[in-house]
């Protein structure tokens, strides 16, 4: 559904942010370690979504991306990140590269990656992008 493709983003945009001097082993472990600070539901996995990171102390994510190169700056571009999708933008990650540009951690390179992946998805409903007045980021 909706949500699962919502969630699917958000990890990309998370795999994005940890990449960065980072090996596919650690930025795979980083992923798991931040899911599993979710609630694990009755029937089925744990799952990182934007929600999930937005609810949770910078601190407990720094602690899960021990051993990812700059734990602690990519920590906290998350959370920022994730708080900016549960946000401005309702819970949809944005699709378009100048949208993606605002969220913490993302820069023209990833902007114009994730942009390109995300191209066709959600066409024409709206979705990732910010409410009317947004400020299309977290201070």
Not at 24 to 33: D, I, M, Y
Not at 55 to 67: D, F, K, N, Q, R
Not at 69 to 89: F, I, Q
């Amino acid at each position: 559904g909706a949500g699962a493709a919502q969630d699917r983003r958000f990890q990309l945009v998370a795999a994005a942010v940890l990449h960065a001097k980072a090996t596919e082993q650690a930025v795979r472990r980083g992923l798991e370690a931040l899911a599993a600070l979710g609630v694990k539901a009755e029937a089925g996995p744990r799952v990182l979504t934007a929600e999930l990171l937005a609810s949770v102390p910078v601190e407990a994510v720094e602690v899960a991306l021990e051993g990812v190169h700059w734990h602690k700056a990519k920590a906290g571009r998350l959370v920022a990140a994730a708080r900016a999708v549960r946000g401005p933008w309702r819970g949809h990650v944005p699709c378009q590269e100048a949208e993606l540009l605002k969220l913490p951690g993302i820069g023209p390179r990833l902007a114009a990656v994730l942009a390109f992946v995300f191209a066709g998805a959600d066409e024409g409903d709206g979705e990732g992008r910010p409410e009317a007045g947004a400020a299309g980021g977290v201070t």
